[in-house]
């Protein structure tokens, strides 16, 4: 088996308009970067752990961990709509070894994802299918939260799964870092949200667009420093990739919930996803990150980060 890494945060801002120019060059030129990483790995399979933002998980019942055996794209923010690539039978096995190894996962036979797991397939593939996919839905938005040490179990347990495949696996993590932006929370939400929330009642044509409209006046009054939003935090980002960076994933056992609230926003519980696949990489020994990307973009409501990585001792 074959181990590469790639994570890069999301953003519904990349597929709408008001974003500078140069800010999305800049961005652009980063995740071009990165996708030519992963051509030059040419995955057989890809593991992509990633968030949801209430398009297919919802509180009437939410795992904090779910493994997908059949996967859709909502097509939310301009992103693919329809099914995923996924590789069936794998995701089954996935999830058996994950629960024998002591970590509690869900498994669907019919999850819906959104953009963010959807979002990375098509800029580092430029299409959402196609390569087979282990879908891994991570819970980064819903209270109450686990600790962030589980995602790194959930990592692991994955990644000593992997390592059993005779197949080049690319390990994906979507989400992150630094940021805040108006997601509804079941204790402040007006009844019709409050409803989507528990339920997952559809969405017209009219409010995803009303929604659009909400994220782009969000991001512009954001970036102009006129609205309640946490601010974003570079010292906390640098500090969560440095660790990455260095292997010493140890060192994040220690954050508590609370702590990567106040210092990264209310959406930083996203590391999660790259914790899980930093865990997976590292189930197979030491490593190495080769791209790395970091820019606070507030335009983006994001400190938006890519970090690609491949075991120590391998050359690109």
Known sequence: MALALCCMSHSPLLNLPGPPPELMDDVEAAIAQAAAFVAGFDPQLTVVFAPDHYNGFFLRLMPPFCIGTSARGVGD????????????????????????????????????????????LERLFGDATACPVIPIFINAVAAPLGPIHRARALGTAVGEFLASLDLRVLVLGSGGLSHDPPIPTLATAPPAIRDRLVHGTAMSAEQRQARQDTVIAAARDFAAGVNELAPLNPDFDQRFLSILDSGRLDDLCGWSNSFITESGGGSAHEIRTWTAAFAALAAQGGYRTVDRYYRPAPELIAGFAIRTAIPAGVSR
Do not use: I, K
């Open 77 to 120: 923010y301009g992103t693919y709509s329809g099914p995923l690539n996924v590789a069936a039978d794998l995701s089954a096995d996935c999830a058996a070894a994950v629960l024998d190894r002591g970590v509690d996962v869900a498994v669907s036979a019919g999850m819906e994802v959104d953009h963010a797991m959807v979002q990375p």
